[in-house]
């Protein structure tokens, strides 16, 4: 049973490009997370998504990133236009049913670096 | 006052020692808590999952939980070189809609040989 996967495990882009991050959800999970982890501190919520929808966007930064999990496809993060304070490890996570007793479980991450 | 607060250590032991993990949180809404061990460049995995007060055991793992203080923690008995990680606290609200933790900063503990 694979666990989330994320790809690609390194990014190296340029400031000013595009960066595009993706994540599949463990088998029969339709719920997934995105969180950010920078140098010496914890991980930070950024957004969370079933399929389709939105659920709970409060800790994505209000320009240059966006979310989205089709129905069909890996979940994408987008960061256009990046900047260096962009680089971190973006790790996802995903869950079942979404109940508050469901457990998360994460992928390996994506080390962004913006050069 | 940031919301979990966890001391980011380095904790160095020799191997074989007792090690004790701890957060202290601030809203008292938090109703589950989570311990995660995290390998360098690699994903955060779930050790230990709990809702209420008190203890639960799993192997040579510890969580204690003691909501009137608002503090958790981890123990490790017998730790192994194999236990050097960064350990992460995380917490997660009993109501709204979203289903999102609040993690601490997390703590490197180093098992000496």
């Known amino acids: 049973n694979a666990g989330v996967m994320q790809n690609p495990r390194h990014l190296v882009r340029r400031r000013g490009q595009e960066a595009r991050l993706r994540c599949s959800p463990m088998?029969?999970?339709?719920?997934v997370y995105w969180y950010r982890q920078l140098p010496e501190e914890g991980l930070k919520f950024m957004v969370y998504?079933?399929?389709?929808?939105?659920?709970?966007e409060s800790g994505m930064p209000k320009e240059r990133f966006s979310a989205e999990f089709p129905k069909e496809g890996p979940s994408i993060l987008r960061i256009q236009q990046v900047v260096r304070g962009d680089s971190a490890a973006y790790f996802c996570?995903?869950?079942?049913?979404?109940?508050?007793?469901?457990?998360?479980?994460f992928g390996s991450g994506t080390q962004l670096s913006v050069l | 006052q940031k919301e979990v607060e966890q001391d980011p250590g380095p904790l160095s032991v020799p191997e074989g020692a007792i090690v004790s993990l701890n957060c202290t949180y601030s809203?008292?809404?938090?109703?589950?808590f989570m311990w995660y061990r995290q390998y360098s460049r690699k994903g955060p995995e779930l050790l230990m999952y709990?809702?209420?007060?008190g203890n639960k055991e799993d192997g040579r793992f510890t969580a204690q939980v003691d909501k009137s203080s608002k503090y958790i923690s981890l123990f490790i008995r017998d730790s192994q070189p194999s236990d050097s990680a960064t350990y992460l606290c995380?917490?997660?609200?009993?109501?709204?809609?979203?289903?999102?933790?609040?993690f601490g900063t997390g703590t490197l503990l180093a098992v000496q040989p």
């Open positions: 996570a995903s869950s079942g049913a979404g109940g508050k007793n469901e457990k998360l479980f």
């Open positions: 088998k029969g999970h339709s719920h």
């Open positions: 998504l079933q399929k389709e929808n939105i659920i709970d």
């Open positions: 809203n008292s809404a938090f109703q589950y």
């Open positions: 709990t809702y209420s007060s």
């Open positions: 995380a917490q997660k609200r009993s109501g709204g809609a979203t289903n999102k933790l609040i």
